[in-house]
C-alpha cells in the first residue's frame, strides 16, 4: 500500500512564504510523475504544479513565477515552495501522484494525500 502525507501547510501573511512537503511511504520503487493540487471552499480542485521523473515541470499561470516544484525522488518527496503568498491561495493543498511502480514490479495509479491547509490572511 501507498501511502501520500503532505506536511508545512498554515496561516501566512500576504507576500510571505510557505513550502509544503509530500513523503511518500511504501511498497514503491518509483514514482512517475507528482503534482500538487488545491481546492479552495466552493470551487473545484485545480492543478497547481507538477513535476515528471526528469525534472520537467509545469505551473498554472496563477502561480508561474510565485511557486516551485521539486522532487527528491532517493528520499520519495516532493515539495512545493510558495513565495508571495496571496490571499486566493488560500486552499487545501494535495499532493497527487498519478502512477507508482511497486516493489513488486506492479503499476498502481492515482494515489492522494490527506491534503494540508494553508491560509493566506492578514
Known amino acids: 500500500q501507498v501511502q501520500l502525507v503532505e506536511s508545512g501547510g498554515g496561516l501566512v501573511q500576504p507576500g510571505g512564504s510557505l513550502r509544503l512537503s509530500c513523503a511518500a511511504s511504501?511498497?514503491?520503487?518509483?514514482?512517475?510523475?507528482m503534482g500538487w493540487y488545491r481546492q479552495a471552499p466552493g470551487k473545484e480542485r485545480e492543478l497547481v504544479a507538477a513535476?515528471?521523473?526528469?525534472?520537467?515541470?509545469n505551473y498554472a499561470d496563477s502561480v508561474k513565477g510565485r511557486f516551485t516544484i521539486s522532487r527528491d525522488n532517493l528520499k520519495k518527496r516532493g515539495y512545493l515552495q510558495m513565495n508571495s503568498l496571496k490571499p486566493e491561495d488560500t486552499a487545501v493543498y494535495y499532493c497527487?501522484?498519478?502512477?507508482?511502480?511497486?516493489?513488486?514490479?506492479?503499476?498502481?495509479?492515482?494515489?492522494w494525500g490527506q491534503g494540508t491547509q494553508v491560509t493566506v490572511s492578514s
Open positions: 513535476i515528471t521523473s526528469g525534472g520537467t515541470t
Open positions: 511504501g511498497s514503491i520503487f518509483s514514482i512517475n510523475a
Open positions: 497527487n501522484a498519478p502512477s507508482v511502480l511497486t516493489a513488486k514490479g506492479v503499476y498502481e495509479y492515482d494515489y
